[in-house]
């Protein structure tokens, strides 16, 4: 199965500090997206790649933010001078051009925990 | 602003028996709706889904309606299995296409064996 792989998994980081998280998506889809979710909270939109050209980004991801997909095969998501509210699930997710929304397939995220 | 709202945080059901979850959208461009469900440590998994153009459709135990002119719609289960204790998301998009979703809070179903 080579679904999508996000890692790390968990990571702890102390505030101020620099995080990077690395998402896989299934290898023959072409669009990957990033979302965030809080405790008590759904899922929210941070970004979506189109192969390796970033279409759209939500308020949400800030200056500190950044993302990448260098070859439209991997993705990396930045997050710089971490701050406590920064604290969340950061679910990656894929799907193959043409079926839009319906063809997501998530990650299990990569849980962060700023002290 | 909470576009996609899921009132109820929790739900209790018997197994066997039926399971009703609501969602309400006020973003009246919103034209595609699905259900996800969640389990803990692991990411969302699409369940069910539905067009503005129908009121209904149904997959299976699972079977999901909508209610254009109230903005609701409803995910049924049944019967519920032990195997459904989940959270699920009620998403929302405005076209098929626009790759983003707006998610509600999630209900947590508990179906008591």
Request: glycine letters at 8%; a positive charge; hydrophobic letters at 30%.
């Amino acid at each position: 199965d080579t679904g999508v792989s996000q890692d790390p998994r968990h990571k702890i980081t102390k505030r101020g500090q620099n995080v990077t998280f690395r998402c896989d998506p299934i290898s023959e889809h072409n669009r990957l997206y990033w979302y965030r979710q809080t405790l008590g909270q759904g899922p929210e939109f941070l970004t979506y790649f189109q192969n390796e050209a970033q279409l759209e980004k939500s308020r949400l991801l800030s200056d500190r933010f950044s993302a990448e997909r260098p070859k439209g095969s991997f993705s990396t998501l930045e997050i710089q001078r971490t701050e406590q509210g920064d604290s969340a699930m950061y679910l990656c997710a894929s799907s193959p051009t043409g079926t839009g929304t319906f063809g997501y397939t998530f990650g299990s995220g990569t849980r962060l925990t700023v002290v | 602003d909470q576009q996609v709202k899921q009132n109820s945080p929790s739900l209790s059901v018997q197994e066997g028996r039926i399971s009703i979850l609501n969602c309400d959208y006020t973003n009246s461009m919103f034209d595609y709706f699905l259900w996800y469900k969640k389990y803990p440590a692991e990411g969302p998994t699409f369940l069910i889904s539905i067009s503005s153009i129908k009121d209904k459709n149904e997959d299976g135990r699972f079977t999901v309606f909508l209610n254009k002119s109230a903005k609701h719609l409803s995910l049924h289960i049944v019967p519920s299995q032990p195997g459904d204790s989940a959270v699920y998301f009620c998403a929302a998009s405005a076209w098929v296409g626009n790759e983003k979703l707006t998610f509600g809070t999630g209900t947590r179903l508990t179906i008591i064996p």
